[in-house]
Each structure stands twice: as C-alpha cells, then as structure tokens.
C-alpha cells in the first residue's frame, strides 16, 4: 500500500475510533495483561486490530530507508516506490491520537503504559538515531528518561533486533529500553532500563505442546521466569506454538507475554482463562 493512500485510511480510522471512545468510556478496551501483537505490522489494520483488543504489548518491525523510518521485516529491493507505511504513519501519530483521546491512557481499568517493542532491522546507531528523534516529538505520550530521572507516558518503547546498548545507557534524554536476552540477566541492569527478557522458544523448550512437557524442560522454564522476575523484568517467548496447552503451561511456569500472531485466539484464551482461574 503506498505511503499516501495508508495516511487517509489511518485518519478515516481514527476518527471513527475517536468518536467511538469519545461517546462511550467503555469502548476503551481494558488491559489484556499477558497478550504480546508479534509482527504487528503484517495485521489488516497494525496497532488499531490490537489495541482494540487491549494487549499489552505491541511489535513492530522497523528499516532506515532514506531518512525515514518504515515498518516491514525485510529491506525492499526497490526503494523508490515503497509500499510500506511508517513508523509516524502506522504507530506514532495514532498512539498520539489514542492516548489524547483517551485523556492520558489507553485502557479503560489501567494507567499502565502499552509496551511497544520496536526490533530494529538497520544499522542499530542510526536507526536508533533517528528513532530517538521521531520519539522527542512525542513526549507527552512516551514514557522518557532525563538523566535518571523519568517521565511515565502511556508508551513505553522497547528496542529489539539490533540494539546499541551504549549508545541507548548513554543519553542524557533517553527515549527507550533495551529488550534483554537471559545472558542479560545478573549484569546489573536495572528494569527501568531493561524491562523485558526474550528468547526464542525453542531455545529454552522444544516441546511442540502435545502431550505433557518434559519436567526438564519446564524447570528451565521456570528457572528463567524467577530469575527474571526477581528482577522486575517480564519474560517472552518468541516463535511459540499457536497452542493453548503450551499457553497455559507458559503462563503457569511465569511467562508474562504470550507472543501471538493470533490475537483474536489468544484473547478469546485469556479471558476464559480469567474467568476460570
């Protein structure tokens, strides 16, 4: 889709969005607490088909081309007429939108800010670059941190992929985390800095979900989840079967957000889930 036809549908969207939230309080979803949108970008309409939906967690892809951010996983061989929406297009302005509507918040029973985690796919320096400048503008709804101190927004933005940890521990007005992997575990990092552990599944279980997993297998599991935690970092699992067993077995084993590519599926899931704790 290109570029300019992708801007008038996202404002044909969110004005529908915006008056819907605006006449009835109750349409601002409330937080799903463990549902993480993996590839957000690739959803028939990105942010909005999950947020309306309340996850908690957001991913979306990102490339440096030409000075401007862009959504997608994989750099196109033409860029000339790209197709793809970006960043400020698909996320930025309407998360701006969503959290003034929403006087300050983006779901109806919480204060707690949307992770979105950002996975860079270009030269992490200048992306991140870029990125931090495109975030300033947005800092009445990006959670910041100026020297230690720092400014809760409805936003938290995440850094994945290729991700410079100097230059992010550095800043003087830093605009996100670092998404950690378990090795980042006991160095010290604070959670304000590194909020989130993540590792692809069949790193820590092979387990394809049928039958039962292995007791070896889950006490790895569980052995990740307490370390993170004692930490105060959430813990994810990318690459997961699309299973409610092995759902169910992650949730119990501590696992904070199930990562999905069927969101209606997994919300479907944790609500019967609440219902029946």
Same mark, same amino acid.
């Given at each position: 889709?290109?570029?300019?036809?992708?801007?008038?549908?996202?404002?044909?969207?969110?004005?529908?969005?915006?008056?819907?939230?605006?006449?009835?309080?109750?349409?601002?979803?409330?937080?799903?607490?463990?549902?993480?949108?993996?590839?957000?970008?690739? *959803?028939?309409?990105?942010?909005?088909?999950?947020?309306?939906?309340?996850?908690?967690?957001?991913?979306?892809?990102?490339?440096?081309?030409?000075?401007?951010?862009?959504?997608?996983?994989?750099?196109?061989?033409?860029?000339?007429?790209?197709?793809?929406?970006?960043?400020?297009?698909?996320? &930025?302005?309407?998360?701006?939108?969503?959290?003034?509507?929403?006087?300050?918040?983006?779901?109806?029973?919480?204060?707690?800010?949307?992770?979105?985690?950002?996975?860079?796919?270009?030269?992490?320096?200048?992306?991140?670059?870029?990125?931090?400048?495109?975030?300033?503008?947005?800092?009445?709804?990006?959670?910041?941190?100026?020297?230690?101190?720092?400014?809760?927004?409805?936003?938290?933005?995440?850094?994945?992929?290729? *991700?410079?940890?100097?230059?992010?521990?550095?800043?003087?007005?830093?605009?996100?985390?670092?998404?950690?992997?378990?090795?980042?575990?006991?160095?010290?990092?604070?959670?304000?800095?590194?909020?989130?552990?993540?590792?692809?599944?069949?790193?820590?279980?092979?387990?394809?979900?049928?039958?039962?997993?292995?007791?070896?297998?889950?006490?790895?599991?569980?052995?990740?989840?307490?370390?993170?935690?004692?930490?105060?970092?959430?813990?994810?699992?990318?690459?997961?079967?699309?299973?409610?067993?092995?759902?169910?077995?992650?949730?119990?084993?501590?696992?904070? &957000?199930?990562?999905?590519?069927?969101?209606?599926?997994?919300?479907?899931?944790?609500?019967?889930?609440?219902?029946?704790?």
């Amino acid at each position: 889709m290109h570029p300019v036809f992708w801007k008038d549908i996202q404002k044909v969207v969110l004005l529908l969005v915006g008056i819907i939230w605006s006449l009835q309080s109750i349409s601002q979803p409330s937080l799903l607490e463990n549902a993480h949108s993996h590839n957000d970008y690739n *959803r028939k309409i990105p942010l909005l088909d999950a947020m309306t939906l309340g996850f908690k967690s957001i991913e979306a892809d990102i490339l440096l081309i030409e000075n401007e951010l862009y959504v997608g996983h994989d750099m196109p061989i033409v860029t000339k007429k790209l197709k793809l929406p970006s960043l400020k297009q698909a996320y &930025l302005q309407p998360l701006d939108s969503l959290v003034k509507q929403g006087n300050g918040k983006l779901y109806a029973d919480s204060d707690e800010s949307l992770l979105l985690l950002v996975d860079i796919k270009t030269d992490a320096v200048k992306t991140l670059d870029l990125l931090q400048h495109q975030l300033r503008a947005n800092k009445d709804v990006i959670t910041y941190w100026e020297e230690v101190e720092m400014k809760k927004g409805a936003v938290n933005v995440v850094i994945s992929g290729n *991700r410079s940890f100097e230059k992010v521990m550095n800043a003087k007005v830093r605009m996100v985390s670092l998404d950690g992997r378990p090795e980042d575990l006991g160095k010290g990092y604070s959670s304000e800095m590194m909020p989130l552990i993540s590792q692809r599944y069949a790193k820590i279980v092979k387990w394809n979900g049928k039958g039962e997993i292995k007791p070896k297998e889950l006490k790895k599991l569980k052995e990740l989840t307490s370390k993170a935690h004692k930490e105060g970092k959430l813990v994810r699992l990318w690459a997961s079967p699309e299973s409610e067993n092995v759902w169910e077995t992650l949730l119990d084993a501590g696992v904070d &957000l199930i990562n999905t590519d069927e969101i209606e599926h997994l919300k479907k899931f944790l609500d019967k889930r609440g219902e029946n704790p």
